[in-house]
């Protein structure tokens, strides 16, 4: 079982930038994929980026891709995603998970999850 808890997330303007954080701790986190979603209010949670275990590979939401980027550090046990030029609709809960498998890039199966931080951007 692996734990993860964000950070980083807060209130910024339309094009500024955060950068967020998800400590992992308990089981190897250099044996997970990771992921980054979000939850608008009064809407489903959907996948924003993926990164696999090595940090090698990548994948984007096409509403993200360009602005945001996802990256690792295995030594730190950390994951993050920058996010530059924020527009008002990237408002959302963010979450981290973890996925042991291969299919990480779909944004389904994954099984820990973290508590969630609350990104805001105004316009």
């Known amino acids: 079982q692996v734990h993860l808890v964000e950070s980083g997330g807060g209130l910024v303007q339309a094009g500024g930038s955060l950068r967020l954080s998800c400590a992992a701790s308990?089981?190897?986190?250099?044996?997970?994929?990771m992921g980054w979603f979000r939850q608008a209010p009064g809407k489903e949670r959907e996948f924003v980026a993926a990164?696999?275990?090595?940090?090698?590979?990548?994948y984007y939401a096409g509403s993200v891709k360009g602005r945001f980027t996802i990256s690792r550090d295995n030594a730190k046990n950390t994951l993050y995603l920058q996010m530059n030029s924020l527009k008002p609709e990237d408002t959302a809960v963010y979450y981290c998970?973890?996925?042991?498998?291969?299919?990480?890039?779909?944004?389904?199966?994954?099984?820990?999850w973290g508590q969630g931080t609350q990104v805001t951007v105004s316009s």
């Open positions: 998970a973890a996925h042991s498998g291969s299919a990480y890039y779909t944004g389904m199966g994954y099984s820990y």
């Open positions: 308990g089981r190897t986190f250099s044996s997970y994929a």
């Open positions: 990164i696999s275990w090595s940090g090698g590979s990548t």
